[in-house]
């Protein structure tokens, strides 16, 4: 049981950088994968950047070569965005996918409660 808590949101300009911070709190044991989701308004949420079990970073091909998330410390993930484009504005998500430690084909997902990035032209 895990608790994602994401700050960092706010105002900038096209152009500009912002970093995005998720606190995970609670145990840290089974967690399979861990990142960042997005919905702009109308759309549905979409996978920002994601860490695998192995350590793999993986992006959206909107987001690659200007965004890149990485863990700060065992109990922080990163976002940090670069060259934001007014296309980037989005309620930003840290999620988790957890399994059970006694049976591994049992998973779930885990969110934040969002933090709103908004990027003006």
């Known amino acids: 049981q895990v608790e994602l808590v994401e700050s960092g949101g706010g105002l900038v300009q096209a152009g500009e950088s912002l970093t995005l911070s998720c606190a995970i709190v609670?145990?840290?044991?089974?967690?399979?994968?861990i990142g960042w989701y997005r919905q702009a308004p109308g759309k549905e949420r979409e996978l920002v950047a994601i860490?695998?079990?192995?350590?793999?970073a993986d992006y959206a091909g909107s987001v690659e070569g200007r965004f890149f998330v990485s863990r700060d410390n065992i109990r922080t993930v990163l976002l940090q965005m670069n060259s934001l484009k007014p296309e980037d504005t989005a309620v930003y998500y840290c999620?988790?996918?957890?399994?059970?430690?006694?049976?591994?084909?049992?998973?779930?997902?885990?969110w934040g409660q969002g933090t709103l990035v908004t990027v003006s032209s």
């Open positions: 860490i695998s079990g192995g350590g793999r």
């Open positions: 609670g145990i840290t044991g089974n967690i399979n994968k």
């Open positions: 999620y988790a996918e957890q399994a059970h430690y006694a049976d591994l084909s049992h998973v779930w997902d885990t």
